[in-house]
């Protein structure tokens, strides 16, 4: 089992910047790789970043040079540092765990919003 927990989001300014996390427990060891999707309303969810377990990134064509993925595996934690905001980045935001421990997962955290008002 791997619990996720985002916090971070709220709103801000067109513009701004702010940093979510993503705090995982259970068997944090079988995990491969961390990604942060979003999902605006009547839209599809949609990948926005992915850590793999040896540090390898990659980002949505919207957000690179904007949004940053990273982790601190002293903290069991994975943050997006997302700048220079749009009103186009308003959605939930969710944590995805993949891995593998006996059986292949997948796990999603409960999402945290992110406003970005014009």
């Known amino acids: 089992q791997v619990q996720l927990v985002e916090s971070g989001g709220g709103l801000v300014q067109a513009g701004g910047s702010l940093r979510l996390s993503c705090a995982a427990s259970?068997?944090?060891?079988?995990?491969?790789?961390i990604s942060w999707y979003r999902q605006a309303p009547g839209k599809q969810r949609e990948l926005v970043a992915i850590?793999?377990?040896?540090?390898?990134?990659n980002y949505a064509d919207s957000v690179k040079g904007r949004f940053t993925i990273s982790r601190d595996d002293a903290k069991n934690t994975v943050y997006l540092q997302m700048s220079s905001l749009k009103p186009e980045d308003t959605a939930v935001y969710y944590c995805n765990a993949v891995g593998s421990f006996r059986y292949a997962y997948e796990y999603w955290g409960q999402g945290t919003q992110v406003t970005v008002s014009s």
């Open positions: 850590i793999a377990s040896g540090g390898s990134t």
């Open positions: 259970g068997s944090i060891r079988s995990i491969n790789a």
